[in-house]
């Protein structure tokens, strides 16, 4: 088990650029990790996962090319470089932990962080 804490988040205009982080506590980091959001009234869904060796990333179709996911395995830190950011990537995000060598699917996910709060105003 992984204690996971998201920070970075906050309000934003469209355009603009934020960088959520997630802090990983535990004997161990050596998971795939993932980023999910969630919207008022929405399912949560997958941002953006990378392996433990960092060789494998996937990103959802609606952030390709906008978002980076990062990790430092010393640090236990992932992180979620966020760029030209649109109102409706307003969201709650999530950090979570997996044991799946490659998974992009909530559900895949067994430790979650509290979630950080991201708004992009028009």
């Known amino acids: 088990q992984v204690q996971l804490v998201e920070s970075g988040g906050g309000l934003v205009q469209a355009g603009g650029s934020l960088r959520l982080s997630c802090a990983a506590s535990?004997?161990?980091?050596?998971?795939?990790m993932g980023w999910f959001r969630q919207a008022p009234g929405k399912e949560r869904e997958p941002v953006a996962t990378?392996?433990?060796?960092?060789?494998?990333?996937y990103y959802a179709d609606s952030v390709k090319g906008r978002f980076t996911i990062s990790r430092d395995n010393a640090k236990k830190t992932v992180y979620l470089e966020m760029n030209s950011l649109k109102p409706e990537d307003t969201a709650v995000y999530y950090c979570?932990?997996?044991?799946?060598?490659?998974?992009?699917?909530?559900?895949?996910?067994?430790?979650w962080g509290q979630g950080t709060q991201v708004t992009v105003s028009s």
């Open positions: 979570a932990a997996s044991n799946r060598g490659v998974a992009t699917q909530s559900w895949e996910y067994v430790d």
């Open positions: 535990g004997r161990t980091f050596r998971y795939t």
């Open positions: 990378v392996t433990w060796s960092d060789e494998i990333k």
